[in-house]
Each structure stands twice: as structure tokens, then as C-alpha cells.
């Protein structure tokens, strides 16, 4: 059945029932404060606890299979030397490498501008030679 329309705790409010939580009449039990009947069963219950289930031949067996495997994977994929010339640049030598390819190629666009504009003033096919690239891309 659904609930009855009202307000929460209306119904012990009428009866005339205080709806306030109240504190503990006494001291909290913990374990420390607990009965001995309660200390006995924890020790009783921590003396049953099974033994672990792995013999301790198959624990040793698991170790040195997994070293094994850690020594071929060692083998099969070793760790890449250190190359100090990989390591990465400081960004204002980049930059400063962007600018000189920057100026390389803008110096090669000017000479050929100049030659094909004094071909074009001299009335003949501009011969431009052909310069290395300058930057290439993946």
C-alpha cells in the first residue's frame, strides 16, 4: 500500500512522541569494551582460520617461472640505449633553427624573383638553377 498522505512524522507528532534523535544513554560499546564472551568467539574464530591453500613448493615454482619470463621478456625487447644526442632541445634552439630555415628559404624565393624579373626586363626565358631543398616533410 502506498504511504498516507502527511507530513513526515505527523503520525508520531499526534501521538504525542518526541521526534528528536537522542545520544546514547551510556558509553559506546567497541570491541575494546566488549564482553569476554565476545573476546573468546573473535579467538576462537581467528584459531579456525584455514591455513593458506598454496604450497609453499608451488609459491616457490610460481616465483621462478615468473623470473624466468621476466628474463626472456628482457631478452626479447631489451631497453633502448641512452643516446644523449636524442635527448630533447631546449625550445630556443628550435626556435632559433625555424629561423634560420625561415631565412634560407626566403633568401632562395628572392634570388629567384631577381632572376626571373631580370630575365623578363632582358626579354628572354628565365634560367633559374635549381637549388637543393631546403626543408623537406614527412
Known amino acids: 500500500m502506498p504511504p498516507a498522505p502527511g507530513t513526515v512524522g505527523s503520525a508520531?507528532?499526534?501521538?504525542?512522541?518526541?521526534?528528536?534523535?537522542?545520544?546514547p544513554a551510556g558509553p559506546v560499546k567497541t570491541r575494546e569494551t566488549?564482553?569476554?564472551?565476545?573476546?573468546?568467539a573473535l579467538a576462537a574464530h581467528r584459531e579456525a582460520v584455514p591455513p593458506p591453500l598454496m604450497d609453499p613448493a608451488t609459491a616457490e615454482a610460481t616465483q621462478r617461472q615468473t623470473?624466468?619470463?621476466?628474463?626472456?621478456?628482457?631478452?626479447?625487447?631489451?631497453?633502448?640505449?641512452a643516446d644523449p644526442d636524442d635527448a630533447p632541445a631546449p625550445i630556443k634552439a628550435v626556435?632559433?633553427?625555424?629561423r634560420r630555415?625561415?631565412?634560407?628559404?626566403e633568401a632562395a624565393a628572392l634570388r629567384r624573383a631577381r632572376a626571373e624579373r631580370a630575365a623578363q626586363q632582358a626579354g628572354t626565358t628565365p634560367v633559374v638553377a635549381r637549388t637543393p631543398l631546403l626543408r623537406t616533410t614527412a
Open 12 to 23: 508520531a507528532e499526534a501521538a504525542g512522541l518526541d521526534t528528536k534523535p537522542t545520544a
Open 34 to 40: 566488549a564482553s569476554d564472551g565476545y573476546h573468546r
Open 67 to 81: 623470473k624466468a619470463m621476466r628474463e626472456l621478456s628482457r631478452r626479447a625487447f631489451p631497453e633502448p640505449k
Open 95 to 98: 626556435q632559433a633553427q625555424h
Open 101 to 105: 630555415q625561415a631565412a634560407a628559404t
